[in-house]
């Protein structure tokens, strides 16, 4: 059996978040054809535990711990050196020799999930097969942030976003195949180009329909706070991530107000790990919002909600939790920047893409009015995101 090197910038277990669940996918995929020599960060100390889980799936582990104040003192140096953050603060010398020991073991392929560890590709293309996950074009992300922090740190972001996209296109130049999750993200790397960009493919992401499953029944989250099922919306995700932090600030500011009005006993539930101590007394002086922090199980929230948001107003790629709602029969009503990454049927009933406030409330109090509206939203996904023929495409790329 032929071995493949891969190499993340997250440990891919457990597989809670947006990255780790498509990094865990992709490991899954190769240890099914592959012996996989597994290299990765750990950027959370209580993942260390984890490390024991991934020997079922990889013949070989190498884990090293990336502790906060390294990550600071990395992207401070950055600065100094002409370096982009992203790449700055995953390069490790231990890592790199690492990895280079296990080329020189032999290996068919590497993949780099992410653009933070194409640093560890070989040098010369010719020696294996290389892939870089790129999963969205991060420096345009970086682009859009620059847009929404405070006026003092817009030159930073978009230092990070040129000396981002220069990595990203160095990358490709140097000879690997590129993949993104969705056709536009594709379709933004293409127009960095120049020359032949037949190595520019689409890698999709899916769901697990087996564990978001709406016909397994739970307890409702809600029915202890004295909620009925048309009283509580629900956003779900990693609350230490910006991108959500604003999303549910935005929508909480502009957009509930407009719902409380029509329906003065609706809460909005914020359900995610690690939020912020920002977000947490922003809710405690807004009315109609409550911050969960971290749940043991995200599925009884979104079972027993009215609907999902996905009002991000920053938004990369395919949002893994429109496709969890969906999968769950759940209505998503999201910003058209969350939306446009999901591709379903246009005659599907699951998903509404906003572009104002306005067009938001009104939408969700129309869902909230009618008992009767349903959903298509596991249909859709069992049509179009099955994990299985996504990474059916990554092998593929790696046999050619």
């Known amino acids: ?50 490390e024991g889980d991934l020997n079922k799936f990889a013949d070989k582990v190498y884990v090293e711990y990336l502790p906060k104040w390294r990550v600071l003192l990395r992207a401070a140096k950055s ?55 790129f999963v969205d074009v991060d420096s345009l992300k970086w682009h859009d942030y620059a847009h929404k922090k405070p006026f003092y740190l817009t030159w930073l972001y978009r230092r990070e976003a040129d000396l981002l996209s220069k990595l990203e296109i160095r990358l490709f130049q140097e000879g690997a195949i590129s993949t993104f999750v969705t056709n536009s993200e594709r379709d933004l790397f293409l127009k960095m180009l120049t020359g032949s960009t037949d190595r520019v493919k689409v890698v999709g992401n899916g769901v697990d329909t087996a564990f ?6 739970y307890q409702s989250p809600y029915q202890a706070l004295g909620l009925g099922v048309d009283q509580s919306i629900c956003f779900v995700g990693a609350m ?37 101590k920002r977000l947490q007394q922003f809710a405690r002086f807004t009315p109609g919002v409550l911050v969960t922090g971290a749940v043991s199980d995200v599925r009884p929230y979104l079972q027993y909600c009215s609907l999902v948001v996905a009002p991000l107003r920053i938004a990369r790629g395919m949002q893994n939790k429109i496709l969890e709602a969906l999968s769950m029969n759940k209505h998503v009503v ?12 246009s005659t599907s ?47 593929g790329e790696l046999e050619t």
């Not at 996918?25 to 984890?50: E, G, M, N, P, T």
């Not at 978001?212 to 029944?217: A, N, Q, R, T, V």
């Not at 809460?267 to 690690?274: A, E, S």
Request: aromatic content about 12%; glycine content about 6%; some cysteine.
């Open 349 to 395: 009933n699951c998903l509404y893409a906003c572009e104002t406030k306005g067009g938001m409330a009104e939408r969700i109090i129309t869902l909230m009015s009618d008992k009767a509206a349903v959903c298509d939203g596991r249909e859709q996904v069992l049509k179009h995101y099955s994990w299985g023929p996504q990474m059916d495409r990554l092998l």
């Open 212 to 217: 978001f499953d709406p016909c397994i029944e």
């Open 1 to 50: 059996m032929e071995s493949v090197i891969f190499v993340v910038h997250r440990i891919p277990f457990p597989p809670n978040k947006g990255d780790k669940i498509r990094s865990y996918q992709i490991l899954k995929a190769l240890a099914s054809r592959y012996k996989v020599k597994l290299f990765c960060f750990v950027d959370d100390s209580a993942d260390l535990k984890y």
């Open 79 to 133: 600065i100094f050196l002409g370096k982009s953050i992203t790449e700055m603060v995953y390069q490790s010398n231990l890592m790199s020799q690492a990895v280079s020991s296990e080329f020189d073991q032999g290996a068919s392929a590497v993949i780099a999930f992410s653009s933070s560890m194409g640093q560890y590709l070989p040098e010369s293309s010719g020696v294996v097969k290389q892939v870089v996950d």
């Open 334 to 345: 999201a910003s058209s920047e969350a939306a446009q990454g999901v591709d379903i049927d």
């Open 240 to 276: 230490d991530y910006y991108a959500n932090e604003d999303a549910v600030m935005w929508f909480a500011s502009n957009v509930l107000p407009l719902i409380l009005s029509k329906y003065p006993n609706c809460t909005f539930f914020i359900v995610g790990r690690n939020p912020s």
